[in-house]
Structures are given as structure tokens and as C-alpha cells.
């Protein structure tokens, strides 16, 4: 069972801003920097975003993150169709001496 | 370019063993540390286990201690997960995945995965 709290949906017409939260606790997002994935339906999931708030090469700035004591969060805006996915945080624990990932949140375009 | 090729899933019975395989190519495999990640049918993802380069050890998660055993092979540039004991709980797609550097904190490249269909 994942450790790491998400909404299990979120949605949004084009163009709009959509928000997912990820709560945890000291052991993970408290003491460790956040990832967030996507995972198009079909294929393998790939790095968004790292250390809370980078973008990898290629990734449009419309993502963006933020962390807070042991929460963080993913920023979508400006919306787009191609953004209909399953988005994840992850993070290391200490306590569990493991990386833990989300529960998982689907994106809608309306 | 980063290539991670999985192999070695299939059908195997509850209580059956299981060797994968993870082929790393496009970056120098000795340095960075490499996990295994899995995803079952239609559920979200579950960290399985890390090896971390240089004697930095092995990690794995509950659900599967004492049950697999990762290694890697530096000479080959390949990544293995030995399953043991396998349940029906295990079957999932596994994907091998690229650690940020030395470090377990996260990973930026993921293979294609490879099935494991635990049933009688």
C-alpha cells in the first residue's frame, strides 16, 4: 500500500490550471525532495519533474512543483489533451529504506 | 541515448522462481544506482527494490523481503531480479528503472517492462 496520498482524479477543460496534491509524512516528503511521473495509458511512466520543482530537458514549463513541510504538489496549466494521464509522486523514505510512490491520480481534458 | 530492455517474465506457478533480466545501455551503468519498479493490472506503482553502485547496498521493499534478490553485473551492464516463493500478489508488469546518479532517491529512465503472470 502506498504511503504517499493522492486524489484519485482531477480534470479540467483546455487551457485551464489543475492542482494534485501529495501528502506524506517526515519520513518521506518531510526529510526528502520530490519526483512526480506520467504515465500515458499503454507505456512506461517517465520523469516529469525531480527535486521538487526541476523539469527535466523537454518538459514544457506548463509543469511546475512545490513543496511544503510533507506535502507537495504538481501544477498543470494551460492545459492540454495530451496531458490525459496518471500522474505519481515519489519519494525516499528513511523509515522504510525505500522509494515510495503515490497512490495515483488520473488527469481528464474535457 | 538511454535504453533499458527487461526480460525473463512469464507464467509461473504460486511457490515457482523466476530470473529477470535488465539490458542498460547509453550511460555508465557501473556509477548509477538501478531498481526495479512494478505496476499489476490496472493498480498504480509499487518500488520493489535498489541496488546502489560501489557497495552501496541493496534495498527492498517489505513486501518482497526475503523473497527476491537483486544484483547487477557491471561487466554487462545488466540488472537482475531473482524471484522466489512467487505469489499471486506478484504478478504485475516489471520495469527496471535508472536511479538519479549514485543515489536511490529517484529515477529518470525506465525500460519497457516485463510481465509476471503468477497462477496456476
Known amino acids: 500500500q502506498s504511503v504517499l496520498t493522492q486524489p484519485p482524479s482531477a480534470s479540467g477543460t483546455p487551457g485551464q490550471r489543475v492542482t494534485i496534491s501529495c501528502s506524506g509524512s517526515?519520513?518521506?516528503?518531510?526529510?526528502?525532495?520530490v519526483n512526480w511521473y506520467h504515465q500515458l495509458p499503454g507505456t512506461a511512466p517517465k520523469l516529469l519533474l525531480y527535486?521538487?520543482?526541476q523539469r527535466p530537458s523537454g518538459v514544457p514549463d506548463r509543469f511546475s512543483g512545490s513543496k511544503s513541510g510533507t506535502s507537495a504538489s504538481l501544477a498543470i496549466s494551460g492545459l492540454q489533451s495530451e496531458d490525459e494521464a496518471d500522474y505519481y509522486c515519489?519519494?525516499?523514505?528513511?523509515?522504510?529504506?525505500?522509494?515510495?510512490f503515490g497512490t495515483g491520480t488520473k488527469v481528464t481534458v474535457l | 541515448e538511454v535504453q533499458l530492455l527487461e526480460s525473463g517474465g512469464g507464467l509461473v506457478q504460486p511457490g515457482g522462481s523466476l530470473r529477470l533480466s535488465c539490458a542498460a545501455s547509453?550511460?555508465?551503468?557501473?556509477?548509477?544506482?538501478m531498481s526495479w519498479v512494478r505496476q499489476a493490472p490496472g493498480k498504480g506503482l509499487e518500488w520493489v527494490s535498489g541496488?546502489?553502485?560501489?557497495?552501496?547496498?541493496?534495498y527492498y521493499a517489505d513486501s518482497v523481503k526475503g523473497r527476491f534478490t537483486i544484483s547487477r553485473d557491471n561487466s554487462k551492464s545488466t540488472l537482475y531480479l531473482q524471484m522466489n516463493s512467487l505469489r499471486a500478489e506478484d504478478t504485475a508488469l516489471y520495469y527496471c528503472?535508472?536511479?538519479?546518479?549514485?543515489?536511490?532517491?529517484?529515477?529518470?529512465?525506465w525500460g519497457q517492462g516485463t510481465l509476471v503472470t503468477v497462477s496456476s
Open positions: 527535486s521538487n520543482n
Open positions: 541496488f546502489s553502485p560501489g557497495g552501496g547496498g541493496t
Open positions: 515519489a519519494a525516499w523514505d528513511d523509515s522504510l529504506n525505500g522509494y515510495v
Open positions: 528503472a535508472k536511479g538519479f546518479y549514485r543515489s536511490l532517491s529517484g529515477v529518470d529512465y
Open positions: 547509453g550511460f555508465t551503468f557501473s556509477s548509477y544506482a
Open positions: 517526515n519520513s518521506n516528503i518531510g526529510s526528502n525532495t
